[in-house]
């Protein structure tokens, strides 16, 4: 099948559940957006497991998506968002951006937030200081030709963070993201909906909520967030959307 055409036919069927959500369609049953916090375009971090945490009250979350946008699975994320009337922050790859420009597009139209996550998703560290920074404005590049706009914010790639990007990023007034916690959808024996949801309620439960770190580009999960949504909501947790002015 020609990806363009999946893309463009998940394009069409998510920008209409975003339509559907935005009028109201999900119902007091959903999990909805309690709030929006906007942060500036200026250099900050955030992410309690590297940096300060984000100013949340208990019981809030952000929900954030690494690694896509992925024509087989980043539509799938966007409709089970939908259902639920809930906003998230995408940190994309820029050679999926590249690759897939509407599909990145879709996602902000949906009325998410975007940011970028190196352009390969290679270890930062392992290369060389201009390697690094080749790395960083290819992807700065690409985000660019597909939102029209400079990125806000960047995740470093397995939050591996180097002195010469996290420089770079200061210099352009990029913030970056950490995170608070994960539901660890990376590792091959947690890709079961059941311990992913089972994760996530662990992880809430030592924390009491935080910046949540996921994979749109990943296949289980993508399948398991209706019931991670759904986790979120039975145990009374509110989510807040960020964005940048």
């Not at 999900?26 to 940096?51: F, I, M, S, W």
């Not at 699975?73 to 809930?86: G, H, W």
């Not at 940190?91 to 996602?107: C, E, K, Q, S, T």
């Not at 770079?168 to 994960?182: C, E, F, Q, R, Y």
Request: aromatic share 6%; with cysteine; hydrophobic share 45%.
């Amino acid at each position: 099948m020609n990806k363009n055409w999946l893309a463009m036919t998940a394009i069409g069927a998510l920008l209409g559940a975003s339509a559907l959500a935005s009028a109201g369609e999900c119902g007091p049953d959903a999990l909805g957006t309690e709030r929006t916090l906007t942060l500036k375009r200026e250099y900050a971090a955030y992410g309690k497991t590297q940096h300060e945490s984000l100013p949340l009250k208990k019981g809030e979350v952000v929900l954030t998506f690494d690694d896509g946008p992925r024509v087989e699975t980043t539509p799938l994320v966007l409709k089970a968002l939908a259902d639920q009337c809930a906003k998230a922050s995408f940190f994309m790859v820029g050679n999926n951006i590249a690759a897939h420009p509407d599909l990145a597009r879709a996602v902000m139209q949906a009325g998410h937030s975007t940011g970028i996550h190196s352009y390969t998703h290679a270890h930062q560290g392992a290369m060389s200081p201009a390697d690094q920074l080749a790395d960083l404005k290819k992807t700065e590049d690409a985000y660019l030709a597909a939102f029209g706009t400079p990125t806000p914010a960047y995740r470093f790639p397995f939050l591996e963070e180097t002195p010469t990007l996290l420089a770079a990023l200061k210099a352009a007034g990029t913030t970056v993201m950490s995170v608070d916690l994960g539901i660890e959808d990376w590792e091959p024996n947690e890709q079961q909906p059941d311990r992913l949801a089972a994760r996530l309620a662990e992880h809430l439960q030592a924390s009491g909520g935080g910046i949540i770190l996921m994979h749109d580009a990943n296949a289980p999960t993508a399948a398991a967030l209706p019931l991670l949504l759904k986790v979120l909501k039975d145990k009374g947790y509110k989510v807040v959307h960020l964005e940048w002015q």
